[in-house]
């Protein structure tokens, strides 16, 4: 699978988590996840969207990253602009194989790390659903005033800490686990 294929499914995966952590908090807590009567009914569904594309722009972000230090990143051919490139093209290291393979000793990229993609997709993703929050309520209720407030309402909202969270972890787990590469085998069988 690619690594974009990885970031569709951690995205569908955080949409999952998103919907069941609000289900539960409104549930545990016996409140509604936007408290405010007059906030209507599509504040908390484009909350969680703006949480939804940061996390999957992040994904996007780090598939193509690794993707470029392997040396395997998307050229533009035809029509299809996503196409996998076949060598080595302007702007691309070349390929260096295994250790007993072609290219053997040559200097390998590092690959990128995981966890600073994970924090600051977790601040994004808290200062999306806040700013997104606090705008669409001040618009509600035409008032500027009403977004400062909200703001500072819901700033450390378990429903926005709790979508912060599920981001950073959902963002790591899918970094490492499309960076396993299933040719070199697993160190342990379980078969």
């Not at 072609?102 to 993609?117: E, V």
């Not at 993703?125 to 001040?138: E, N, S």
């Not at 909200?150 to 963002?171: D, H, K, M, Q």
Request: charged share 15%.
């Amino acid at each position: 699978m690619t690594r974009a294929v990885y970031a569709l499914m951690g995205t569908v995966l955080y949409a999952a988590l998103l919907i069941a952590t609000a289900g539960f908090e409104s549930l545990l807590l016996d409140r509604d996840v936007i408290s405010e009567p007059d906030a209507g009914t599509l504040l908390g569904p484009a909350m969680a969207a703006a949480a939804l594309l940061v996390v999957l722009l992040a994904l996007m972000r780090s598939a193509a990253v690794a993707d470029r230090a392997e040396g395997r990143a998307p050229e533009s051919r035809g029509t299809f602009p996503a196409q996998p490139a076949d060598g080595v093209g302007p702007g691309r290291p070349a390929p260096t194989g295994t250790a007993d393979g072609p290219g053997a000793g040559a200097p390998r990229t590092p690959a990128p790390r995981l966890l600073p993609p994970a924090l600051v997709t977790a601040l994004l993703v808290w200062a999306a659903m806040v700013v997104v929050g606090a705008v669409g309520y001040a618009l509600v209720r035409d008032d500027g005033a009403a977004a400062v407030l909200f703001a500072g309402r819901y700033v450390l909202s378990p429903f926005v800490l709790g979508s912060a969270l599920w981001a950073g972890l959902v963002v790591l787990g899918v970094a490492a686990a499309s960076r396993v590469d299933p040719s070199r085998g697993s160190p342990r069988s379980f078969d």
